[in-house]
C-alpha cells in the first residue's frame, strides 16, 4: 500500500506506543482495527478527534476501520486516568447517546464503501447482554490473574492513592476484562488484529491482545497515541464555557471555529499535523510563511478553517467566518440579521443587555429611551442626546440620529437589537 498508516503517524506526533510486529502486520494484508468511544453523552467533543482521526488515516491506507460504541462498558465507566469512580448511565440515555455518536461518526468515515476496507460501527451492548455473569467468570475471567490485573497503570494508581485516588470498587476491577472481551469478540467475528487508542488506554488494549492469545490462541496487536496537551498546560478541548463539542447545537460553528482560532503559535504548529490532512510539504510551507509573519497567524486561520469544515461544512465555516468579521471589520445590518440566535449570542457573549418590551417596539422606541432613560446603558438622557449628536451610536451596525426609533423591523434572531457607541462599546437590547 502507498500511503503508510505507521509513518503518516510518526512525522504527525500521533505516534506513542506500538505492538512488535504492528507494522509487519498492517504491510501483509488489510487488517481489521478498532477504536472505542465512550458513549456519556450523544455528542462527541473534541477530544475524541484523534481517535477519529486516527481511524479516518488507517482507512486511507486502505485498512477496515470498526468505530465501537461502548453501550455496554458505558455502563460500568473507564477507570483510565480518573481518580474517582463516574455516574452509571441507564438504558434509556445509552440509547439516546450511541445514537447521537453513530449520526456524528458517519461524517468522518465511509461506511458505504464497495471496497473490504468499508467502515463498520459496533456497540458492545449488543454481544454483552446476554452474557451471564457466571458465563462470562467462567469463560474470561480465569484466563487472566488478579495480579496480572493489578500490574497496570490505570489500576495501580488508584489503589495506591496517587493523584488524590480514593480506591476503586469492583465494578470499575472489571472493567479492562469487559474491554478485553470485546477485542476477543471483534477478532472471532470480524477477524479484527488491532485495537488502537490514547496511550492511557495502553494497559486495557494489552489485557485484549492477552485474551486473544490465551482465549482464540491468535494473535493480535495494539498501538496508542500520545494525548493531547496544550503548552500553556490548561486542559485541551476546554473553554470557560465547558467542553467543545462537535454538535453545533452544544458548540456552535463559530465558538468550534473561534476555539482554534485562539491558539498559541505553539499549540497551532502541533495541531495542524495531527487534526488536519494537509500534507508535510503544505505544513512545513505554512509554518515557514507563518515564522517570517506570526502577527497574520496564518498557522491559525488555516487551523482553524480546516477542523471547522471537516467537523462541520464549509457552508458552517463561511457562517463563522462572517460572524467573526462582525466584531472585527465591517459590516451590515443585512449580515447581522443572518446570524442565527445561538451564533448571535456567541459573538456578543458578555455583552451588557437590557430588556424592553414587544409594546415599546410597537409604538416606536425611541434612540434616548433605548439608551439611558428606559435602559441606562449611558449614564442619562444628555449623555445620550450628545452621543447622537456627536455621531457615536450605531443600531444594528448603522449610524443613527436621535430621531430615528427602533421597530421590530430591527430585531435579530426575532428577538434582540445590537446598540454601539464608537467602535467598541457594544449593548444588547432584548424584546420580551
Same mark, same amino acid.
Given at each position: 500500500?502507498?500511503?503508510?498508516?505507521?509513518?503518516?503517524?510518526?512525522?504527525?506526533?500521533?505516534?506513542?506506543?506500538?505492538?512488535?510486529?504492528?507494522?509487519?502486520?498492517?504491510?501483509?494484508?488489510?487488517?481489521?482495527?478498532?477504536?472505542?468511544?465512550?458513549?456519556?453523552?450523544?455528542?462527541?467533543?473534541?477530544?475524541?478527534?484523534?481517535?477519529?482521526?486516527?481511524?479516518?488515516?488507517?482507512?486511507?491506507?486502505?485498512?477496515?476501520? @470498526?468505530?465501537?460504541?461502548?453501550?455496554?462498558?458505558?455502563?460500568?465507566?473507564?477507570?483510565?486516568?480518573?481518580?474517582?469512580?463516574?455516574?452509571?448511565?441507564?438504558?434509556?440515555?445509552?440509547?439516546?447517546?450511541?445514537?447521537?455518536?453513530?449520526?456524528?461518526?458517519?461524517?468522518?468515515?465511509?461506511?458505504?464503501?464497495?471496497?473490504?476496507?468499508?467502515?463498520?460501527?459496533?456497540?458492545?451492548?449488543?454481544?454483552? !447482554?446476554?452474557?451471564?455473569?457466571?458465563?462470562?467468570?467462567?469463560?474470561?475471567?480465569?484466563?487472566?490473574?488478579?495480579?496480572?490485573?493489578?500490574?497496570?497503570?490505570?489500576?495501580?494508581?488508584?489503589?495506591?492513592?496517587?493523584?488524590?485516588?480514593?480506591?476503586?470498587?469492583?465494578?470499575?476491577?472489571?472493567?479492562?476484562?469487559?474491554?478485553?472481551?470485546?477485542?476477543?469478540?471483534?477478532?472471532? =467475528?470480524?477477524?479484527?488484529?488491532?485495537?488502537?487508542?490514547?496511550?492511557?488506554?495502553?494497559?486495557?488494549?494489552?489485557?485484549?491482545?492477552?485474551?486473544?492469545?490465551?482465549?482464540?490462541?491468535?494473535?493480535?496487536?495494539?498501538? =496508542?497515541?500520545?494525548? @493531547?496537551?496544550?503548552?500553556?498546560?490548561?486542559?485541551?478541548?476546554?473553554?470557560?464555557?465547558?467542553?467543545?463539542?462537535?454538535?453545533?447545537?452544544? =458548540?456552535?460553528?463559530?465558538?468550534?471555529?473561534?476555539?482554534?482560532?485562539?491558539?498559541?503559535?505553539?499549540?497551532?504548529?502541533?495541531?495542524?499535523?495531527?487534526?488536519?490532512?494537509?500534507? !508535510?510539504?503544505?505544513?512545513?510551507?505554512?509554518?515557514?510563511?507563518?515564522?517570517?509573519?506570526?502577527?497574520?497567524?496564518?498557522?491559525?486561520?488555516?487551523?482553524?478553517?480546516?477542523?471547522?469544515?471537516?467537523?462541520?461544512?464549509?457552508?458552517?465555516?463561511?457562517?463563522?467566518?462572517?460572524?467573526?468579521? @462582525?466584531?472585527?471589520?465591517?459590516?451590515?445590518?443585512?449580515?447581522?440579521?443572518?446570524?442565527?440566535?445561538?451564533?448571535?449570542?456567541?459573538?456578543?457573549?458578555?455583552?451588557?443587555?437590557?430588556?424592553?418590551?414587544?409594546?415599546?417596539?410597537?409604538?416606536?422606541?425611541?434612540?434616548?429611551?433605548?439608551?439611558?432613560?428606559?435602559?441606562?446603558?449611558?449614564?442619562?438622557?444628555?449623555?445620550?442626546?450628545?452621543?447622537?449628536?456627536?455621531?457615536?451610536?450605531?443600531?444594528?451596525?448603522?449610524?443613527?440620529?436621535?430621531?430615528?426609533?427602533?421597530?421590530?423591523?430591527?430585531? @435579530?434572531?426575532?428577538?434582540?437589537?445590537?446598540?454601539?457607541?464608537?467602535? !467598541?462599546?457594544?449593548?444588547?437590547?432584548?424584546?420580551?
Amino acid at each position: 500500500m502507498t500511503y503508510n498508516f505507521v509513518e503518516e503517524l510518526k512525522w504527525r506526533g500521533m505516534m506513542h506506543d506500538i505492538m512488535p510486529g504492528t507494522e509487519e502486520q498492517l504491510a501483509e494484508e488489510v487488517t481489521a482495527g478498532y477504536i472505542g468511544f465512550d458513549p456519556t453523552a450523544d455528542s462527541l467533543h473534541i477530544g475524541s478527534l484523534i481517535p477519529i482521526i486516527v481511524l479516518m488515516h488507517f482507512q486511507k491506507a486502505g485498512h477496515k476501520p @470498526i468505530a465501537l460504541i461502548g453501550g455496554a462498558t458505558g455502563m460500568i465507566g473507564d477507570p483510565s486516568g480518573k481518580s474517582a469512580e463516574r455516574n452509571m448511565l441507564d438504558e434509556q440515555s445509552l440509547a439516546v447517546n450511541v445514537a447521537g455518536i453513530k449520526g456524528q461518526l458517519e461524517r468522518f468515515l465511509d461506511f458505504n464503501t464497495k471496497g473490504e476496507n468499508a467502515a463498520e460501527l459496533v456497540n458492545n451492548y449488543d454481544w454483552m !447482554k446476554d452474557f451471564t455473569l457466571l458465563d462470562f467468570v467462567r469463560d474470561i475471567g480465569k484466563h487472566l490473574t488478579v495480579n496480572y490485573m493489578m500490574a497496570k497503570d490505570s489500576v495501580k494508581k488508584r489503589f495506591t492513592g496517587e493523584d488524590g485516588a480514593d480506591g476503586m470498587s469492583f465494578t470499575e476491577f472489571t472493567y479492562q476484562l469487559f474491554q478485553g472481551y470485546d477485542f476477543v469478540h471483534l477478532y472471532k =467475528t470480524m477477524n479484527c488484529k488491532l485495537q488502537m487508542g490514547g496511550s492511557d488506554q495502553w494497559g486495557n488494549i494489552t489485557t485484549g491482545t492477552e485474551l486473544v492469545r490465551r482465549t482464540a490462541q491468535g494473535k493480535a496487536y495494539a498501538m =496508542t497515541c500520545p494525548l @493531547i496537551t496544550k503548552a500553556d498546560g490548561t486542559k485541551f478541548g476546554k473553554s470557560e464555557g465547558g467542553n467543545i463539542w462537535l454538535d453545533k447545537n452544544r =458548540t456552535s460553528a463559530y465558538k468550534f471555529y473561534q476555539y482554534w482560532l485562539n491558539s498559541s503559535d505553539e499549540d497551532s504548529e502541533n495541531f495542524i499535523k495531527k487534526f488536519t490532512f494537509l500534507s !508535510k510539504e503544505e505544513i512545513e510551507a505554512l509554518i515557514k510563511e507563518h515564522n517570517e509573519a506570526p502577527h497574520l497567524r496564518l498557522l491559525q486561520k488555516k487551523l482553524a478553517e480546516e477542523v471547522t469544515v471537516m467537523v462541520h461544512s464549509q457552508e458552517d465555516l463561511d457562517k463563522a467566518l462572517k460572524a467573526s468579521s @462582525i466584531l472585527f471589520g465591517k459590516s451590515t445590518s443585512e449580515d447581522l440579521k443572518s446570524l442565527d440566535e445561538q451564533t448571535f449570542l456567541d459573538v456578543f457573549e458578555g455583552v451588557p443587555q437590557a430588556e424592553v418590551t414587544k409594546a415599546d417596539l410597537d409604538e416606536g422606541l425611541d434612540m434616548i429611551g433605548a439608551l439611558a432613560a428606559k435602559t441606562n446603558f449611558l449614564n442619562s438622557n444628555s449623555d445620550a442626546r450628545r452621543a447622537l449628536k456627536e455621531n457615536a451610536i450605531s443600531v444594528n451596525k448603522e449610524k443613527v440620529k436621535e430621531d430615528y426609533k427602533i421597530t421590530e423591523a430591527d430585531l @435579530i434572531a426575532g428577538a434582540y437589537v445590537l446598540l454601539q457607541r464608537g467602535k !467598541k462599546n457594544y449593548y444588547l437590547l432584548q424584546v420580551v
